[in-house]
Structure formats: C-alpha cells, structure tokens
C-alpha cells in the first residue's frame, strides 16, 4: 500500500512537480498510500500538498475536484482510482482548460485503462509498476510467445493485472515445493526468503512482500514506455 520509494521520489525533484494534489476511492488503499505520499511530500522542502480528496466508487463528476486542482495551480495529481473512475477523471481533466498537461501519477494504472482513456486524453499520465509487456528477460519473452500463441489474433490485450494471475501460479509451485506441503500455514512459514525467476524478472519475498524491480512507466498513446527502472525495491522502501 505504500508509495514506491524510487519513482515518487523522482516526481519530488523541483523541477518535475512542486504542488501535489492527492485524489482517491474512499477505501483503505487510497487512504493508506496518501499517508505514505504525504510523509514524503512534507519531507521535501520543495514540494506542497495542496490538496486531499476521497469519493465514492461510480463517481460521475470530477469537475469540483478538477475545479480545485487548477485554481490550486496543481502540478501533479496523484490518483489512486480504478476502473471505470479513473478513465472518466482522466477524460475529464483532459477537457477541462488549462488542465490537459497536468502530469498525473497513478499508481495502479494498467493498460486496459490507458485503452479505455484513449492516445489524447493519456498525456503526461505515469504509472509505477512491477510488470510491463516490454521487460527484456527470458522469462518474458516465452511469456509473451506462449500467451499470443495461445490466444492467436483476438484475445485480449495483456496486462500487468494478467502477468499477476500466471504468476500467482508460480509462486504456489514454488513455495509448495520449498515446503513440501500445500496448507497455508506451511506456505507462510516457508514463505520468507523464496526467490523465484518470472516474467517480471527476479523477485523475493520478503514479509509476505516481494523484493522486486519497480519501472516508472509513462503513457504512450496505448502503451506505457518504461522512463526509469530501480532495482529490487524492498517493501519498507
């Protein structure tokens, strides 16, 4: 739930963004990750939180929010929304004057959603992620071979909530084989310290979290272009 220590600290660089405003799902999520954002935005002397708002899930109207942010002057708006919501924030903000290069940072963004908010309306949209489709690892590659051989020209795109489904399946293999049972006590006793190879490259668990690469994405028309990769991030990080 914590914000990646590596790519938020490199929005916190003066000349990336100086006035933050933070906007999420009413959930515990959105509320933890904005703890986490706020301990860094008031450590940085340069940086200004300007702004902290929470709707409900099938909002419709972002304008107030909006609003906000450009009368705030917000230089970055971190969104931890999902789905259907953060498609029509996106769109809206987009259309809103004076607010379509407004860089935004979402978190839990994926490529079905950046589908769905379109080439125009994705500018300056980041994201922070552990998977994408153009990680260059072995693992990957057959990965990648195997899911368009098996879907041919008509399955859908492939995400990063996706590569989390098939990974699922090898970390169960591996921590059942470490601990030569399947109960769940046995999986988290053997859980600490099991290292694994998967299409997201090398990873470890750590206190139930992984060890793993975090590349800062940016939108491209309907692809995320990795910018900045920062290796084996630890979960207190």
């Known amino acids: 739930s914590r914000v990646s220590n590596g790519p938020f600290l490199w929005f916190l660089e003066p000349l990336i963004a100086k006035k933050w405003y933070l906007l999420g799902h009413d959930y515990c999520w959105p509320h933890s990750l904005n703890a986490s954002a706020r301990h860094y935005i008031n450590q ?16 419709e109207d972002y304008s107030p929010y909006i609003d906000a942010m450009r009368e705030a ?21 987009y259309d809103t004057p004076d607010m379509g290069h407004t860089i935004r940072f979402g978190p839990l963004m994926e490529e079905n959603t950046l589908l769905a908010i379109g080439s125009t309306a994705s500018n300056e949209i980041y994201a922070a992620t552990s ?24 399955g859908p795109m492939l995400t990063s909530l996706g590569e989390s489904c098939y990974e699922a399946l090898i970390f169960i293999k591996n921590i059942s084989v470490t601990s030569n049972s399947l109960s769940l006590d046995s999986f988290a006793k053997a859980s600490h310290g099991l290292a694994y190879n998967s299409p997201r490259g090398s990873v470890r668990m750590e206190h139930r979290h992984l060890v793993q690469d975090i590349h800062l994405l940016q939108a491209q028309d309907f692809h995320f272009q990795a910018i900045k990769s920062f290796d084996q991030v630890t979960p207190s990080d």
């Open 44 to 59: 940085h002397s340069q940086a200004e939180l300007i702004g902290t708002h929470y709707v409900p899930f099938g909002t």
């Open 131 to 154: 998977y994408h489709t153009g990680l260059a690892n072995a693992q990957n590659t057959v990965f990648l071979e195997e899911y368009k051989s098996a879907i041919k020209q008509n």
């Open 73 to 93: 002057k917000a230089d970055i708006v971190l969104f931890s929304l999902v789905g259907d919501d953060a498609i029509s924030f996106n769109r809206q903000l």
